[in-house]
């Protein structure tokens, strides 16, 4: 079972404050997608993790919260270019063990030779 | 008993095929009795080559003289289609003389679409017929390496070579894709051979592997398990991707079907439409971006030779599968 968690749910009371929520959705959570919602391309990365039965947590990107977002990840990735330079949108954008995997490019090329279960299973993403 | 330098003991053991200029030809000696009289323990071999070595110049030896083999019967075979192909190009003749056959003739079997609106797709089209040219030739020159005794290094540049015109062509793709992804799809750039067989604008990556496995010659265990294992990563990548494109082929319905039966203005339902269109480029660009990696983890784990004769099968997959797509064109029809 995963959920999209609301952006709103994050927010402290005043929403103008420096949200901390994503920093500690990613560091508390193995895998995290962050995607506009019905976004096809998380779909697919939907599908794939969950062929290799991990339940990534989805977080719902639009309009509202999408450059707040972007802003965080710059504080949490240690090259804030990575994401920055790539033409938008930079989305889906998955989190792997509170690094940045990057986007469906990374995923499938990982996932392709073979590094990608090793990261999962570091990250505590997998029962097995 | 001591031997000169510049002289070798025609033992089997070791496995030498160097020709004995003082003591004759390698194959005089392979069916007498030469060999059985000459007791393996003679073993003083000249210091410039050890036991691997010899091992491996042999082995490379026997895999060029089979290459060679192939490529004699190939040719013979090629000669045979050359015939075949001149026969159907005049009964061509006959039936368009006679007005009987419309058609564009034995070529890649495109379809009347207007290039000339879309300056995008003209380009691609003219830059994928060069590159078709370039793939057969490189095809052949590759042919010609693996029977020819190559070094490693100058066959591990013909697989670099070769595994960047196919990058080159996903690159061309890229492009075309924004130029008008439909047309990608649609494969009117393909022969219908190959669009039967492609999955998302191009071939599907763990049908390649199938088509390659015999074709490497012999794998080890570890390469085998490696290759089973990639074969299985490719179909849960192409499921994914697949599974995804229904996922958009739904929304989509659902965004132009939105509020039917309306006030008459349908324009915010085109333009959403449009955005979810968009899409599309990004799906083909994944698809042969997994083509990409799929060669790329291949070559990781095949000696340059395997990795050779795997572009090889490969370019000559496509070769006759254009071939196919021709005769197919041209066939007689028959008469009702």
Request: aromatic residues 8%; hydrophobic residues 40%; contains cysteine.
């Amino acid at each position: 079972m995963q959920q999209a968690i609301p952006y709103k749910d994050l927010l402290p009371a005043a929403t103008t404050a420096a949200n901390s929520g994503i920093t500690k959705l990613v560091a508390e959570n193995p895998v995290v997608v962050f995607a506009r919602s019905g976004c096809c391309m998380c779909h697919v990365i939907k599908l794939l993790l969950q062929g290799h039965g991990v339940n990534p947590t989805i977080f719902d990107i639009n309009e509202q919260n999408e450059a707040a977002t972007i802003d965080e990840f710059s504080k949490i990735i240690d090259n804030p270019e990575e994401i920055a330079d790539r033409p938008p949108p930079p989305f889906p954008t998955v989190f792997v063990g509170g690094n940045l995997l990057g986007g469906l490019d990374e995923v499938m090329a990982a996932h392709i030779s073979g590094e990608l279960v090793p990261l999962l299973r570091k990250a505590g993403a997998l029962w097995l | 008993m001591n031997f000169a330098s510049t002289q070798f003991v025609p033992s089997r053991r070791m496995g030498i095929c160097e020709p004995l200029p003082q003591i004759g030809m390698w194959s005089d000696y392979k069916e007498n009795n030469y060999l059985d009289t000459s007791t393996p323990a003679i073993l003083e071999v000249d210091s410039r080559f050890d036991n691997q070595q010899l091992r491996r110049l042999a082995q490379n030896r026997e895999a060029a003289r089979k290459c060679r083999l192939r490529k004699k019967a190939y040719v013979q075979q090629l000669e045979n289609s050359k015939l075949r192909l001149m026969q159907l190009e005049q009964e061509l003749e006959r039936a368009r003389q006679q007005g009987l056959y419309v058609g564009g003739g034995l070529d890649t079997g495109q379809l009347g679409y207007s290039r000339t609106t879309n300056p995008g797709i003209a380009t691609f089209e003219m830059a994928y017929g060069h590159w078709v040219e370039e793939q057969n030739k490189k095809t052949a020159d590759l042919r010609n390496a693996l029977c020819s005794d190559i070094t490693d290094l100058e066959l591990s540049s013909f697989v670099d070579d070769g595994m960047n015109h196919y990058f080159d062509l996903f690159l061309m793709k890229e492009t075309a894709a924004k130029a008008d992804v439909f047309y990608l799809m649609s494969g009117m750039w393909e022969t219908s051979a190959e669009h039967f067989l492609s999955w998302i604008g191009g071939f599907r990556p763990s049908e390649l592997l199938k088509v390659l496995e015999p074709h490497l010659g012999p794998l080890t265990e570890k390469q085998s398990l490696e290759l089973s294992n990639l074969k299985q990563s490719c179909q849960q990548a192409e499921d994914a991707l697949s599974q995804g494109l229904e996922r958009l082929h739904q929304i989509l319905s659902e965004t132009v079907a939105d509020g039917l039966l309306g006030e008459g203005n349908y324009l915010p339902q085109i333009n959403a439409a449009l955005e979810k269109l968009k899409a599309m480029v990004r799906f083909v660009g994944q698809a042969d971006h997994l083509r990409k990696e799929t060669l790329l983890q291949i070559s990781r784990n095949l000696n340059n030779r395997q990795a050779a004769q795997g572009l090889l099968a490969l370019g000559e997959y496509f070769q006759r599968l254009r071939v196919l797509s021709s005769f197919w064109t041209s066939r007689p029809r028959e008469s009702s």
